[in-house]
């Protein structure tokens, strides 16, 4: 986990309440929202991420994942110093979802900051012709996500969700399915399905497809 106090609703992954099963958490302190959601992140904080996901293999945990989408940038670096297999992002699953819907034009990607998200965080999950929304026009859910506000307004963020995904489809006539980078986008995926008509995947996809398949690492 990022080190954050927004607020973190149901379906977002830092609420234990949108799991199923049993779910550690371990802080890494060091990495704040804008820190992570950056051009670079840091050799230090990179190696801040392995030593909580140290702890957390040491407490039992036998898969981790990652509270940032952001954090796919290092995912090859972490995975290839921790001995569990690892969700880094939803972004993990691009390749396999433009498969799926017939190429990355027909995938939309929803992500907290498009100015900043670029084809390096990606790395080897990077397909060409996503189009890609960013929510940082908001006026309630960057802001308090990017200055780590304890509080929001949750109809005014959905509200801002919704109208962000419409105008991602308005781009992408074409889009046969929607990515959720940002995990605290979580919560509105099934309010986003019914406005836009097109399967949504998030971070507990990756999860589940991680589970299944051994996480994504380099075959």
């Not at 954050?4 to 049993?22: K, L, V, W």
């Not at 090859?76 to 969700?87: E, I, M, N, Y």
Request: glycine share 8%.
């Amino acid at each position: 986990m990022l080190k954050t106090r927004f607020p973190r609703p149901p379906g977002d992954i830092g609420n234990p309440a949108s799991f199923a099963h049993e779910v550690r958490y371990a802080t890494v302190h060091s990495a704040s929202v804008p820190a992570i959601v950056s051009a670079r992140i840091d050799e230090a904080i990179v190696d801040d991420f392995v030593a909580a996901g140290q702890q957390l293999v040491a407490r039992g945990a036998e898969m981790i994942a990652t509270s940032c989408g952001f954090v796919c940038a290092i995912h090859d670096r972490l995975q290839a110093r921790l001995s569990v297999p690892l969700v880094s992002s939803s972004l993990n699953l691009v390749p396999s979802l433009a498969e799926r819907f017939g190429g990355a034009s027909a995938l939309g990607i929803m992500t907290f900051d498009a100015g900043t998200l670029g084809e390096s965080h990606f790395g080897r999950f990077w397909r060409p012709g996503t189009v890609i929304q960013g929510l940082e026009a908001s006026e309630v859910f960057y802001p308090t996500i990017r200055h780590d506000r304890d509080t929001w307004a949750p109809a005014r963020v959905e509200a801002e969700v919704v109208t962000a995904a419409q105008a991602l489809q308005r781009r992408a006539p074409n889009m046969r399915a929607l990515l959720l980078e940002c995990t605290n986008l979580s919560p509105y995926r099934q309010r986003l399905g019914e406005c836009l008509g097109v399967p949504i995947y998030d971070i507990h996809t990756a999860i589940e497809h991680g589970w299944r398949h051994g996480g994504f690492q380099v075959v």
